[in-house]
């Protein structure tokens, strides 16, 4: 039976999405960003009930078209339904709708505002990730970055640690890690 | 005595066998469950082991696999080195698509099953196989093969074998030894019972003895069983003792009695005698005398027996001590031409004895040296060795083997062919049973053809002590 069911899945699986390297880059940043939600830990009281969403914001231009409402679409994690928040340019009077998420990606069109941004959102409980580049020696916590057609990640666990967010050692394991002086 | 005939065995060895043998099958037979309990039980704790080792496996390989990492998960599937039975482990995607691996032998395959051709679990071929859904966050990120070899068990059951052999060995030496020791317990009671048995048996029909009761086992009862026949023994030895003692008895008088008419007769007291009436009257006193002897010697017997038997101690003169006993031989040994000497007879040796027992026994002595001797001489010799009187009767006649003379003072020997020449042949036994009674002894030396000598010992009387010494 079982091997039966794998067969089914193996089948389905193959269909649904073809070898890795037939998706854009971005559907698989999309994939980390949901990614990230099951190995970081938000300190008790973010949220409200157990059912509450995880809010992914995206600040600034949106690079990844549908694929991160695709890859997040009916998926949950730990029971928290996951919200897409879309903010455009960084706006300094918007700073506490962004300090309700719980990841904010910060596209690399917020890169001369990011000293600024990395400044609202210091001491708050928000995963922050982007692609702009020294993320994590600005204070940032995460970094897509390459190597060749690999997308890799950079971490800054100190700058996690200051928010209160517990990223699982696990994913720290598969990173590289920024310690600051 | 052969090893294998059990039946031959002594006790002692019979009883080490059975404690090693049942030792040992106790051993084996735990051992042996053990064993089988171990083939049986351990392919479910080697999966659980191993299922446990995928889970964790799978568990810290989520990040690499969500964020694809292979050098992560090829690094991670390398601590497997740390447990050598892994033979060969395999990351997939979620897609099952192979994702990382690992070799324990380089050399050895590099194919891995595919996601949907493997069972779950497999025990095949001497090795262990796993397949292991890996998930993250309620989503199958992938899943990891594992294949163990059953080395370990193999292992694991030479072990057991070897501690079995080596346990055998130590409890077969331990339980050797155990049973040397408490197997004393069985056989040295026994061994004591059948030493006693046989110190009775070869005893002189002293039936009085009985054996020690040592304990309420079987040894016990043996002993009491052999205590019973001992005294069922004796109450017909003494039946018989008081037979001997009333017929003799009965007897004694009436033929003492004939004996002295005869002697009347022959005396002329009844008239005149003719030489033919006088030698039917010597025939029958000699028989008659004989029949005499004989009852007095039965009579004396039962009184040993009947331990009733005592040594009245006083002084007495050695040379009225031989005076009395040759007194009635001097005519016997005439008409035989025999000479007697006497020698030592006037050196005033005083005994502290029983006058008419050494009487008796020089009697029973000076009888037997005449019958023995055909030509020659009959020698009393008084003299004395230390604070013992010593009179010895020496003959010139057959003498005797040391066959004869080992058993010459033993009544036993009343039945046997020997009794032709010396009559009961009880004389010898009640003489030195005198001798004994009074602190003295009889001994003998002799040679065949050249004659015997018999030696009595009783206590010098001595004057200033006023006592025997």
Redesign the interface.
Known sequence: MKKFRRITLALVLAIAFPAWGQFSEYAVKAAYLFNFAKFVQWPNGTFNSAASPIIIGVLGDDPFGGDLDRTVEGKSVDGHPIRIKRFGAFDVTRVSQLQKCQILFISYSEKDNITEILGAMRGTDVLTVSEIEKFPNLGGMILFDQEGQRITLAINPQAAKSSQLTISSKLLQVATIYKSE | MSWFSFRDMRLRRKIMVITVISTLVALVMACLTFFLYEKMTYPQVRLKTLSAWARIMG??S???L????RK?AEEMLGTLKANPSVLSACLY?????QFASYQRDRAARSRYPA???Q??TEYSGGSLKIFQDIF?????VGYLFLETDTEEMRTRLTHYALITVLIGLISFFISLFVASRLQRYVTEPLHRVVDRMWDIARGEWDITKRLEVSGRDEIGDVAEAFNAFMGKLQTVKDMKSDLISVVSHQLKTPVAEINGFIENMLDGITGEVNSRQRGYLDQMLVIGRGNYKLISDLLSVSKIDRGVVSADIHPVSAKEVVALTIRDYEQIMKEKSLILRLEGTEEGIMLYADRDKVVEALRNLLNNAIKCTDSGSVTIRVGSEGDQGVIEVLDTGIGMDEETLGSLFTRNRVLGQEAHRSGAGLGLYISKYFMNIQKGDLTVTSEVGKGSCFKLVVPKYMKQAGTAA
């Open positions: 568990d810290n989520t990040a690499a969500t964020f694809n990492d992560t995607d979620s897609k099952g698509q996601v949907a051709e069972a779950a993250s966050g309620g989503e199958r």
